[in-house]
């Protein structure tokens, strides 16, 4: 069954610092892999997302994830948090067969940024 | 051009009502999903809508309902509320593949 994975419920970083969010997935075929960013009371932002090809991929405001196959992961890093990152993080596995699509999100990573 | 929209923003119910939830995709794209997020979880899929045809359905009773009209817009029916229906309701449209765009949410409140 596919599941995604998210082992850190919340994670707080000196604002500078770097981050690294955590994601593992269960899924049967080759995924696609997307981490989206939800501020308080609002909706779903698309950070980066991975189809195929370079496994290091790059998406807005700095951050950046690397799919490994290997260990089923799909990790978000930043080399330098700002303030305004701190949000919830959400790693998702997309499937999409005929038109057929459906997201499994994990259950999400709350960041705190330190001043 | 405009992203997804969604209507209401926020609204409250009373236990054994009905609500209805609206949602217009960004121009141009066919495909209409709905998504539940409890708070504290992440979102779980309840439709997905395609060509107004449903295209696969989630873990959720029949008090919940969807249809997609010839404009591709996309009205989410739940009846007979429950307090555990409370919940922030996403809208996602999708031209073609999976990658979806989200709206920013409808939050319902069932008291």
């Known amino acids: 069954a596919q599941s995604v994975t998210q082992p850190d419920i919340h994670i707080t970083v000196s604002e500078g610092a770097s981050l690294e969010l955590r994601c593992n997935y269960s899924?049967?075929?080759?995924?696609?892999l997307f981490w989206y960013v939800q501020s308080p009371g609002q909706g779903l932002q698309l950070l980066l997302k991975?189809?195929?090809?370079?496994?290091l991929v790059q998406g807005i405001k700095g951050f950046e994830a690397e799919f490994k196959r290997s260990q089923s992961s799909f990790n978000l890093r930043k080399p330098s948090v700002h303030w305004s990152d701190a949000a919830e993080y959400f790693c998702?596995?997309?499937?999409?067969?005929?038109?057929?699509?459906?997201?499994?999100f994990g259950s999400g990573t709350k960041l705190n940024v330190k001043p | 051009d405009a992203g997804v929209t969604q209507s209401p923003t926020h609204l409250i119910k009373t236990r054994g009502q009905h609500v209805t939830l609206r949602c217009s995709p960004i121009?141009?794209?066919?495909?209409v999903s709905w998504y539940q997020q409890v708070l504290g979880q992440g979102p779980q899929f309840i439709f997905q809508?395609?060509?107004?045809?449903?295209?696969g359905r989630g873990n959720f009773p029949d008090r919940f309902s969807a249809r997609q009209f010839p404009n591709y817009s996309s009205e989410l029916n739940v009846n007979a509320l429950l307090l555990g229906d409370s919940a922030l309701y996403l809208c996602?449209?999708?031209?073609?593949?999976?990658?979806?765009?989200f709206g920013q949410g409808t939050r319902l409140t069932v008291v």
């Open positions: 996602a449209s999708t031209r073609k593949g999976p990658e979806a765009f």
């Open positions: 899924y049967g075929a080759t995924p696609y």
């Open positions: 991975y189809f195929s090809g370079d496994t």
């Open positions: 998702a596995v997309g499937a999409e067969i005929y038109n057929f699509n459906k997201f499994y």
């Open positions: 121009s141009g794209h066919k495909s």
């Open positions: 809508y395609y060509e107004k045809e449903e295209r």
